[in-house]
Each structure stands twice: as structure tokens, then as C-alpha cells.
């Protein structure tokens, strides 16, 4: 069976320096690949490659084995959704409606969601635990609930991969685990693909811990540096590489006697 994603020798340029060169990774069924590296090295740039936005200047993005090249936005959006970093909340439609917007992939230009839809957009909502807010104005909620949200919309896409680009950014401890635990419940109760870009490796960690297949891809200098599981991948060394930090990884016993890796920054070195 193919790959639910399959990025190959991927490559980017605004101008003509590349932003990134010769990326490659894959995504099956109920993993989770963290995307990690400095800022400015194009984690987000090369999502938006993979969602179809940007146009490589070279390379194959491949959706379920199919070519994403000449593929209609509205058939991408049935293979992959989009959690982003950071929603403007300009108008205060209900929750329920910015959910719903979900579903506009399978709708014509002029057509109105049916019941089906609106079933499925409820259904989203109970699955990240926010079918209490339903009915709130968007712009009044936190920034914790708005990316519940933002996941729920992403839901009602029913696509098998979802993609999230830094979705605890700017999050308080409570609701930055709070999105963790949605993400391990989503992969471990449906089978779901999470593609998460992030600034904290500790998510990795954290995933592994509760039983998620937790991959690690670092993109440094136009380039994967790394690739491979999360204890494989997060070393010492290759953080310091990533992020040019001296970096302590240590082992926080927790009360069930598991035993959760954590990284800890020490310093920032000069590279040679």
C-alpha cells in the first residue's frame, strides 16, 4: 500500500537561492512526524509545498501514491488537512459555522451544507471536547479553545493526514498538553496522520511516551539532517547540531514509575 505521504527530493526557491533542497519523508497510517528546525529554515514553507500552495522547482509530493502535481485544491483537501499556527479570528461567526467551513471541499460553488454535514461538523467538535462552545462567537475564545478548533475544522475534512504547523505556539502548559493529548487521541482511537511542525523536541518525547509511533525529521541548511524515530533522532548531538545549544537529555520518573525523556537547553555554543 502507498504511503499516505511521499515527499521526494523535494526542492524550493523564492529567488535563486533554495529555501530547502532534496527533501525527502513519508507518512503511513497512525504515525506522527515531527518536523523540527531553526527559525527561517522553511519547515513552513515546505508544508505549504506539500499542501499544494508553493510549486517546487523540483521534486514529487505524492498524496495516497497519487502526484500532487495538476491535482485540483478541492482533491487535496479530501487527503490532507491543515491545522495553522496562528487564525485570525476577524469576524465572530459561531463555532459551529468555522467548523462546518470544513466541509467546503465537498461542496459545490453555490450549495448548502447538509444535514450530513452538519452531523459531521457536531461529530468533530465531541471529538476534541468542544461541543459546549458550539454555539460561542469564535473571537471570544482563548487561544487554547480557538486551536481546538482550528482541529476540529480539520476533522470534518475527514482526511486521513492532517497537518499542523506549530499548533501550541503561543499555548499555556495546560492547553499546550491539552492539544497533545487531542493529537495521541486522535492517532491512537482513528488512525490519524499527524505531519506537526514544532520548536519544542520535547513533543516527540511526549508522544512516544503515551504509545504514539513518533518520528523526527531536522531540516537544517536546506537540508533533513535527520530522520527516524524520536530515540534514534534526539540525542544530545544532534539537537546541538540542529539548534547550535548544548543540550541535556534526562529522565523524569513519573509517579506510575514511566519514564519520561525530556530535553533540557543549557546553552547556546558558537559553531565552528
Same mark, same amino acid.
Given at each position: 500500500?502507498?504511503?499516505?505521504?511521499?515527499?521526494?527530493?523535494?526542492?524550493?526557491?523564492?529567488?535563486?537561492?533554495?529555501?530547502?533542497?532534496?527533501?525527502?519523508?513519508?507518512?503511513?497510517?497512525?504515525?506522527?512526524?515531527?518536523?523540527?528546525?531553526?527559525?527561517?529554515?522553511?519547515?513552513?514553507?515546505?508544508?505549504?509545498?506539500?499542501?499544494?500552495?508553493?510549486?517546487?522547482?523540483?521534486?514529487?509530493?505524492?498524496?495516497?501514491?497519487?502526484?500532487?502535481?495538476?491535482?485540483?485544491?478541492?482533491?487535496?483537501?479530501?487527503?490532507?488537512?491543515?491545522?495553522?499556527?496562528?487564525?485570525?479570528?476577524?469576524?465572530?461567526?459561531?463555532?459551529?459555522?468555522?467548523? $462546518?467551513?470544513?466541509?467546503?471541499?465537498?461542496?459545490? +460553488?453555490?450549495? *448548502?451544507?447538509?444535514?450530513?454535514?452538519?452531523? &459531521? %461538523? @457536531? !461529530?468533530?467538535?465531541?471529538?476534541?471536547?468542544?461541543?459546549?462552545?458550539?454555539?460561542?462567537?469564535?473571537?471570544?475564545?482563548?487561544?487554547?479553545?480557538?486551536?481546538?478548533?482550528?482541529?476540529?475544522?480539520?476533522?470534518?475534512?475527514?482526511?486521513?493526514?492532517?497537518?499542523?504547523?506549530?499548533?501550541?505556539?503561543?499555548?499555556?502548559?495546560?492547553?499546550?498538553?491539552?492539544?497533545?493529548?487531542?493529537?495521541?487521541?486522535?492517532?491512537?482511537?482513528?488512525? $490519524?496522520?499527524?505531519?506537526?511542525?514544532?520548536?519544542? +523536541?520535547?513533543? *516527540?518525547?511526549?508522544?512516544?511516551?503515551?504509545? &504514539? %509511533? @513518533? !518520528?523526527?525529521?531536522?531540516?537544517?541548511?536546506?537540508?533533513?539532517?535527520?530522520?527516524?524515530?524520536?530515540?534514534?533522532?534526539?540525542?544530545?548531538?544532534?539537537?546541538?547540531?540542529?539548534?547550535?545549544?548544548?543540550?541535556?537529555?534526562?529522565?523524569?520518573?513519573?509517579?506510575?514509575?514511566?519514564?519520561?525523556?525530556?530535553?533540557?537547553?543549557?546553552?547556546?555554543?558558537?559553531?565552528?
Amino acid at each position: 500500500m502507498a504511503p499516505l505521504l511521499d515527499v521526494q527530493a523535494l526542492s524550493f526557491r523564492y529567488s535563486s537561492d533554495p529555501i530547502f533542497e532534496k527533501v525527502s519523508l513519508d507518512m503511513r497510517a497512525g504515525e506522527v512526524l515531527c518536523l523540527l528546525g531553526p527559525n527561517g529554515c522553511g519547515k513552513t514553507t515546505l508544508l505549504d509545498c506539500i499542501l499544494g500552495w508553493l510549486k517546487p522547482y523540483n521534486g514529487v509530493v505524492k498524496l495516497a501514491g497519487v502526484d500532487i502535481e495538476g491535482m485540483p485544491a478541492r482533491q487535496i483537501a479530501h487527503h490532507v488537512a491543515y491545522v495553522p499556527q496562528i487564525h485570525e479570528k476577524t469576524f465572530p461567526y459561531r463555532v459551529k459555522d468555522i467548523v $462546518l467551513m470544513g466541509r467546503a471541499s465537498y461542496l459545490g +460553488p453555490f450549495a *448548502a451544507p447538509a444535514e450530513e454535514d452538519l452531523a &459531521i %461538523a @457536531a !461529530r468533530a467538535l465531541a471529538m476534541v471536547g468542544m461541543t459546549g462552545f458550539q454555539e460561542r462567537p469564535y473571537t471570544q475564545l482563548s487561544g487554547g479553545e480557538g486551536q481546538l478548533v482550528m482541529v476540529a475544522r480539520a476533522l470534518a475534512q475527514e482526511t486521513p493526514l492532517i497537518i499542523m504547523d506549530e499548533p501550541t505556539a503561543h499555548l499555556d502548559y495546560h492547553h499546550e498538553l491539552v492539544i497533545l493529548e487531542t493529537i495521541i487521541k486522535l492517532v491512537r482511537d482513528n488512525g $490519524l496522520s499527524v505531519l506537526m511542525a514544532t520548536h519544542n +523536541p520535547n513533543h *516527540a518525547f511526549y508522544l512516544h511516551k503515551n504509545g &504514539i %509511533a @513518533a !518520528r523526527v525529521a531536522m531540516l537544517k541548511n536546506k537540508h533533513v539532517i535527520n530522520l527516524g524515530s524520536a530515540a534514534e533522532v534526539l540525542s544530545e548531538y544532534n539537537l546541538g547540531q540542529l539548534y547550535e545549544i548544548l543540550a541535556r537529555i534526562v529522565d523524569c520518573v513519573l509517579d506510575d514509575g514511566a519514564v519520561l525523556k525530556q530535553v533540557v537547553p543549557v546553552s547556546t555554543i558558537t559553531p565552528r
